[in-house]
């Protein structure tokens, strides 16, 4: 993965522990800043989404397997928490829209959680990874339930009102305008209509936050580079998380999108949350 990043950066070694500074490293609050934030790098706001683009074609291959790896096969479990949150009705007829959907492990498990009655639309901004959805999709026999469309969260193809719920899962810190996708998300659910969101978060357990550290900047930059060849692409991912606003600000930022009731869960002591909001 070649990176186009201002004069102000620099580059982390493949496995280095994050460089000290803390306006690189220091987290986004709820008033925004991933629009230039590329991991650690700040990069000029137009070349934000191309740099993500770029690295989930490189990874959109070995995604699935290596979200395993990363996460010792929690993020299955963090997964089927959004769904049990969500509770899809068995009601024929019922749409949710999963954004930044990916490989469609959220999607399948709706339709799975509906009886089979619901209809999930897989929307990515990367063709390669809905390419491995679409495959996956029909080896599960789930191909007649599952459209797969490839448009920006950031401007949803879709008229206002039309799906009762919206899901987001590891996707929205990729995403360089939050706000924007957040009032996108707001607009097309119907009035009622639910918003979930699963993110890696702030760990909140003093010994866990160092382990986990240890973890994500030792060890799955080295498992990238042996499984893919591309560390560079997993320091993004890690970096990313190091970003991303805390469970509270995000919070604030979806309140500040309109969204009601808004609320979060935290999951593995906060190595990852879901947010909840309703739009009413
Ligand atoms: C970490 S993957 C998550 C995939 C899936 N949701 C999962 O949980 O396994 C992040 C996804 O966000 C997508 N993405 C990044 N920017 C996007 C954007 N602006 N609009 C839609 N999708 C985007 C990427 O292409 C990638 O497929």
């Not at 803390?22 to 191309?50: C, L, N, P, W, Y």
């Not at 599952?146 to 401007?155: T, Y």
């Not at 957040?182 to 639910?194: D, F, Q, T, Y």
């Amino acid at each position: 993965m070649k990176a186009v990043i201002m004069q102000d950066n620099k580059q982390t070694k493949a496995g280095a522990p994050p460089p000290g500074e803390k306006a690189e490293t220091a987290r986004i609050g709820a008033h925004g800043g991933m629009e230039q934030s590329f991991g650690f790098q700040k990069v000029a706001e137009a070349d934000k989404q191309k740099l993500v683009n770029t690295v989930f074609h490189s990874v959109a291959g070995k995604y699935d397997i290596m979200n395993d790896i990363m996460s010792g096969g929690l993020h299955r479990l963090w997964k089927n928490a959004l769904v049990a949150w969500l509770a899809p009705p068995r009601r024929p007829g019922w749409r949710v829209l999963d954004v930044a959907g990916g490989t469609g492990d959220i999607a399948f498990r709706m339709i799975r959680a509906s009886g089979g009655q619901g209809r999930a639309t897989v929307l990515d901004i990367n063709g390669s990874m809905l390419q491995v959805g679409k495959a996956r999709a029909a080896a599960k026999g789930l191909a007649d339930k599952v459209d797969f469309v490839e448009a920006n969260a950031e401007k949803l193809p879709f008229a206002d009102a039309c799906f009762d719920a919206y899901t987001i899962a590891f996707g929205i810190r990729n995403v360089p305008h939050i706000a924007a996708a957040l009032s996108e998300a707001r607009r097309v659910l119907k009035p009622g209509g639910r918003f979930l969101c699963l993110e890696f978060s702030a760990v909140d357990m003093p010994l866990l936050d160092k382990i986990y550290d240890l973890w994500s900047f030792h060890a799955i930059p080295r498992i990238g580079q042996m499984i893919t060849g591309d560390a560079a692409s997993y320091r993004y991912l890690v970096e990313s998380i190091r970003k991303f606003p805390r469970q509270q600000d995000f919070a604030a930022m979806m309140a500040a999108a309109g969204f009601a009731h808004v609320d979060y869960r935290n999951m593995t002591g906060g190595i990852a949350a879901i947010h909840s909001g309703w739009k009413i």
